[in-house]
Protein backbone atom coordinates (compact mmCIF):
# COMPACT_ATOMS: atom_id res chain seq x y z
CA UNK A 1 0.00 0.00 0.00
CA UNK A 2 1.06 3.81 -0.62
CA UNK A 3 2.43 5.22 1.91
CA UNK A 4 4.18 8.62 3.14
CA UNK A 5 6.18 9.20 6.38
CA UNK A 6 7.50 12.60 7.43
CA UNK A 7 9.55 11.91 10.44
CA UNK A 8 9.89 15.31 12.03
CA UNK A 9 6.73 16.37 13.51
CA UNK A 10 7.97 19.70 14.15
CA UNK A 11 11.19 22.08 13.40
CA UNK A 12 12.55 25.02 14.27
CA UNK A 13 15.35 26.70 12.56
CA UNK A 14 16.59 30.28 13.00
CA UNK A 15 15.71 32.90 10.36
CA UNK A 16 18.43 32.92 7.27
CA UNK A 17 19.41 29.42 8.20
CA UNK A 18 18.94 26.46 5.74
CA UNK A 19 15.92 24.34 5.60
CA UNK A 20 15.32 20.23 5.05
CA UNK A 21 12.35 18.57 5.53
CA UNK A 22 12.79 15.03 5.15
CA UNK A 23 10.18 12.64 3.21
CA UNK A 24 10.17 8.76 2.30
CA UNK A 25 7.72 7.48 0.44
CA UNK A 26 6.52 3.44 -0.07
CA UNK A 27 4.34 2.73 -3.78
CA UNK A 28 5.31 0.14 -5.93
CA UNK A 29 5.53 1.91 -9.00
CA UNK A 30 6.93 5.50 -10.33
CA UNK A 31 5.84 7.95 -7.92
CA UNK A 32 4.07 11.13 -8.47
CA UNK A 33 5.81 13.28 -4.98
CA UNK A 34 4.34 16.40 -4.05
CA UNK A 35 4.86 19.16 -1.54
CA UNK A 36 1.88 21.43 -0.13
CA UNK A 37 2.51 24.23 2.51
CA UNK A 38 -0.61 25.33 4.79
CA UNK A 39 -1.04 28.50 6.61
CA UNK A 40 -2.52 28.83 9.96
CA UNK A 41 -6.61 27.78 9.16
CA UNK A 42 -6.01 27.84 5.22
CA UNK A 43 -6.09 25.22 2.54
CA UNK A 44 -3.08 23.82 0.89
CA UNK A 45 -0.55 25.59 -1.61
CA UNK A 46 1.41 23.73 -4.07
CA UNK A 47 5.23 24.23 -3.94
CA UNK A 48 6.39 21.39 -6.56
CA UNK A 49 6.21 18.15 -7.86
CA UNK A 50 7.80 15.51 -9.63
CA UNK A 51 6.60 13.39 -12.15
CA UNK A 52 9.70 12.16 -14.09
CA UNK A 53 13.11 13.88 -15.47
CA UNK A 54 15.21 15.68 -13.88
CA UNK A 55 15.62 14.51 -10.09
CA UNK A 56 16.40 18.09 -8.57
CA UNK A 57 12.70 19.85 -8.79
CA UNK A 58 12.49 23.73 -8.48
CA UNK A 59 9.59 24.98 -7.07
CA UNK A 60 7.83 28.67 -5.98
CA UNK A 61 9.50 30.59 -2.91
CA UNK A 62 12.59 29.47 -3.62
CA UNK A 63 12.24 25.59 -2.23
CA UNK A 64 13.83 22.79 -4.33
CA UNK A 65 13.27 19.03 -3.48
CA UNK A 66 15.38 15.94 -4.74
CA UNK A 67 14.05 12.67 -5.35
CA UNK A 68 15.98 10.10 -5.07
CA UNK A 69 14.99 6.68 -5.71
CA UNK A 70 17.31 4.25 -3.71
CA UNK A 71 16.37 6.02 -0.48
CA UNK A 72 12.98 6.54 -1.55
CA UNK A 73 12.87 9.91 -0.21
CA UNK A 74 12.08 13.42 -1.46
CA UNK A 75 13.47 15.89 1.06
CA UNK A 76 12.63 19.79 0.47
CA UNK A 77 14.79 22.39 0.80
CA UNK A 78 15.60 25.81 0.76
CA UNK A 79 18.95 27.56 1.54
CA UNK A 80 17.62 30.71 3.33
CA UNK A 81 14.28 30.36 5.24
CA UNK A 82 12.25 33.78 6.08
CA UNK A 83 9.96 34.10 9.04
CA UNK A 84 7.00 33.99 6.34
CA UNK A 85 7.91 30.11 5.44
CA UNK A 86 6.36 29.37 8.80
CA UNK A 87 3.99 27.02 8.43
CA UNK A 88 3.03 23.00 8.18
CA UNK A 89 4.46 21.54 5.24
CA UNK A 90 3.32 18.22 3.70
CA UNK A 91 5.10 15.94 1.31
CA UNK A 92 2.25 13.82 -0.62
CA UNK A 93 2.39 11.03 -3.22
CA UNK A 94 0.24 10.35 -5.88
CA UNK A 95 -1.33 6.47 -6.46
CA UNK A 96 -3.56 5.33 -8.92
CA UNK A 97 -5.73 2.98 -8.07
CA UNK A 98 -8.91 3.09 -9.36
CA UNK A 99 -9.22 6.94 -9.92
CA UNK A 100 -6.24 9.08 -9.22
CA UNK A 101 -5.67 10.08 -5.45
CA UNK A 102 -2.87 11.46 -3.19
CA UNK A 103 -1.95 10.20 -0.02
CA UNK A 104 -0.34 12.84 2.45
CA UNK A 105 2.18 12.47 5.27
CA UNK A 106 1.13 13.97 8.67
CA UNK A 107 2.85 17.10 7.83
CA UNK A 108 5.98 18.87 9.79
CA UNK A 109 5.44 22.23 11.35
CA UNK A 110 7.90 24.27 10.65
CA UNK A 111 8.83 27.44 13.02
CA UNK A 112 11.35 30.12 12.33
CA UNK A 113 12.61 32.12 14.99
CA UNK A 114 14.49 35.55 15.05
CA UNK B 1 -7.29 28.63 -13.10
CA UNK B 2 -9.29 26.76 -10.85
CA UNK B 3 -10.92 27.69 -7.54
CA UNK B 4 -12.63 25.72 -4.90
CA UNK B 5 -15.46 27.63 -2.98
CA UNK B 6 -16.33 26.07 0.41
CA UNK B 7 -19.19 27.37 2.92
CA UNK B 8 -19.12 27.69 5.61
CA UNK B 9 -16.05 28.76 6.64
CA UNK B 10 -16.59 27.79 10.35
CA UNK B 11 -19.60 26.10 11.90
CA UNK B 12 -20.47 24.93 15.31
CA UNK B 13 -23.00 22.41 15.82
CA UNK B 14 -24.60 20.16 18.31
CA UNK B 15 -23.98 16.01 18.86
CA UNK B 16 -26.86 14.75 17.59
CA UNK B 17 -27.59 17.09 14.87
CA UNK B 18 -27.31 16.89 10.43
CA UNK B 19 -24.44 18.30 8.70
CA UNK B 20 -24.35 19.69 4.72
CA UNK B 21 -21.03 21.34 3.98
CA UNK B 22 -20.75 22.28 0.31
CA UNK B 23 -18.30 22.52 -2.44
CA UNK B 24 -18.47 24.11 -5.68
CA UNK B 25 -15.50 24.07 -8.71
CA UNK B 26 -15.25 26.89 -11.42
CA UNK B 27 -13.05 27.04 -14.10
CA UNK B 28 -12.80 23.58 -15.03
CA UNK B 29 -14.91 20.86 -16.20
CA UNK B 30 -15.06 16.76 -14.95
CA UNK B 31 -12.70 17.29 -12.24
CA UNK B 32 -12.20 14.54 -9.58
CA UNK B 33 -12.91 15.94 -6.35
CA UNK B 34 -11.98 14.86 -2.83
CA UNK B 35 -12.86 15.22 0.74
CA UNK B 36 -10.33 15.47 3.76
CA UNK B 37 -10.59 15.82 7.19
CA UNK B 38 -7.97 17.23 9.21
CA UNK B 39 -7.85 17.11 12.87
CA UNK B 40 -5.40 18.65 14.90
CA UNK B 41 -1.61 18.44 14.82
CA UNK B 42 -2.86 15.67 12.32
CA UNK B 43 -2.59 15.03 8.66
CA UNK B 44 -5.06 15.12 6.09
CA UNK B 45 -7.12 12.04 6.02
CA UNK B 46 -9.10 11.11 3.00
CA UNK B 47 -12.54 10.44 3.36
CA UNK B 48 -14.43 10.10 -0.21
CA UNK B 49 -13.00 11.15 -3.60
CA UNK B 50 -15.64 10.77 -6.46
CA UNK B 51 -14.52 10.55 -10.50
CA UNK B 52 -18.19 11.82 -11.68
CA UNK B 53 -21.53 12.56 -10.94
CA UNK B 54 -23.09 9.85 -8.61
CA UNK B 55 -19.86 7.99 -8.23
CA UNK B 56 -18.34 8.33 -4.71
CA UNK B 57 -15.53 5.84 -3.33
CA UNK B 58 -15.59 5.71 0.36
CA UNK B 59 -12.34 5.74 2.00
CA UNK B 60 -13.22 5.01 5.48
CA UNK B 61 -15.89 4.05 7.65
CA UNK B 62 -17.38 6.42 9.31
CA UNK B 63 -19.98 8.61 9.96
CA UNK B 64 -20.10 10.77 7.49
CA UNK B 65 -21.55 10.32 3.13
CA UNK B 66 -20.71 12.35 0.01
CA UNK B 67 -22.80 12.86 -2.60
CA UNK B 68 -22.17 14.53 -6.51
CA UNK B 69 -25.32 15.44 -7.71
CA UNK B 70 -23.72 17.71 -10.18
CA UNK B 71 -20.20 18.02 -12.25
CA UNK B 72 -18.92 20.34 -9.67
CA UNK B 73 -20.98 20.07 -6.89
CA UNK B 74 -19.43 17.54 -3.97
CA UNK B 75 -21.47 17.96 -0.65
CA UNK B 76 -20.46 16.18 2.69
CA UNK B 77 -23.11 15.17 4.79
CA UNK B 78 -24.27 13.57 8.38
CA UNK B 79 -27.79 12.70 9.87
CA UNK B 80 -25.93 12.83 13.09
CA UNK B 81 -22.56 13.96 13.96
CA UNK B 82 -20.22 12.84 16.67
CA UNK B 83 -18.03 14.43 18.97
CA UNK B 84 -15.29 13.00 16.87
CA UNK B 85 -16.23 14.03 14.00
CA UNK B 86 -14.71 17.81 14.78
CA UNK B 87 -12.02 18.97 12.41
CA UNK B 88 -11.09 20.63 9.63
CA UNK B 89 -12.51 19.17 6.68
CA UNK B 90 -11.02 20.18 2.80
CA UNK B 91 -12.35 20.37 -0.60
CA UNK B 92 -10.07 19.51 -3.13
CA UNK B 93 -9.98 18.48 -6.50
CA UNK B 94 -8.08 17.29 -9.70
CA UNK B 95 -8.66 18.42 -13.74
CA UNK B 96 -7.65 17.65 -17.15
CA UNK B 97 -4.92 14.96 -16.64
CA UNK B 98 -4.95 12.76 -14.19
CA UNK B 99 -1.45 13.12 -12.71
CA UNK B 100 -1.90 17.14 -11.90
CA UNK B 101 -1.66 18.69 -8.34
CA UNK B 102 -4.17 18.93 -6.48
CA UNK B 103 -5.80 22.32 -5.77
CA UNK B 104 -7.30 23.12 -2.56
CA UNK B 105 -10.36 24.67 -1.19
CA UNK B 106 -10.25 27.57 1.88
CA UNK B 107 -11.46 24.57 4.28
CA UNK B 108 -14.34 24.46 6.76
CA UNK B 109 -13.88 24.46 10.53
CA UNK B 110 -16.32 22.26 12.33
CA UNK B 111 -16.75 22.14 15.71
CA UNK B 112 -19.16 19.35 17.41
CA UNK B 113 -20.09 20.15 21.12
Known amino acids: AQSVTQPDIHITVSEGASLELRCNYSYGATPYLFWYVQSPGQGLQLLLK??????LVQGIKGFEAEFKRSQSSFNLRKPSVHWSDAAEYFCAVGAVTGGFKTIFGAGTRLFVKA | SQTIHQWPATLVQPVGSPLSLECTVE??????LYWYRQAAGRGLQLLFY??????ISSEVPQNLSASRPQDRQFILSSKKLLLSDSGFYLCAGISGSSYNEQFFGPGTRLTVL
Open chain 1, 50 to 55: YFSGDT
Open chain 2, 27 to 32: GTSNPN
Open chain 2, 50 to 55: SVGIGQ
